[in-house]
């Protein structure tokens, strides 16, 4: 049990492509590669730990793991929706609707 996004191998896999994606687009597609590939890790463990269950104790345990992990990719998603994807397309919106609104005008 415990975070697959954090073990070695899956530290190693996900900074090699972030540098990649970084290099190649910059930090937004970087960032973008880099919450793909912890959730992906999260999302699907390479072992399965619910057969090791014997007691309540250990169940309440696994699901309480398990609501921990997926609060942390919430917030995540969160703060990459509200400070990321947010105000770049409010930007654009802005940036749109201003261009429509002050452009040119064929009434010259």
Not at 63 to 70: G, M, R
Not at 79 to 103: C, D, E, H, V
């Amino acid at each position: 049990m415990g975070c697959e996004s954090l073990k070695l191998r899956n530290m190693g896999k996900s900074g090699a492509s972030t540098a990649i994606a970084y290099t190649l687009g910059g930090s937004i597609p970087a960032i973008g590669v880099l919450t793909a590939s912890m959730a992906y890790d999260e999302l699907i463990p390479e072992q399965d730990n619910v057969n090791g269950i014997e007691s309540t104790d250990q169940a309440v345990a696994y699901v309480f793991e398990k609501a921990i992990v997926w609060s942390v990719i919430g917030f995540i998603a969160f703060l990459f929706i509200s400070l990321i994807f947010a105000p770049i397309m409010t930007k654009r919106w802005g940036y749109a609707q201003a261009k429509l609104k002050y452009g040119r005008r064929n009434d010259d």
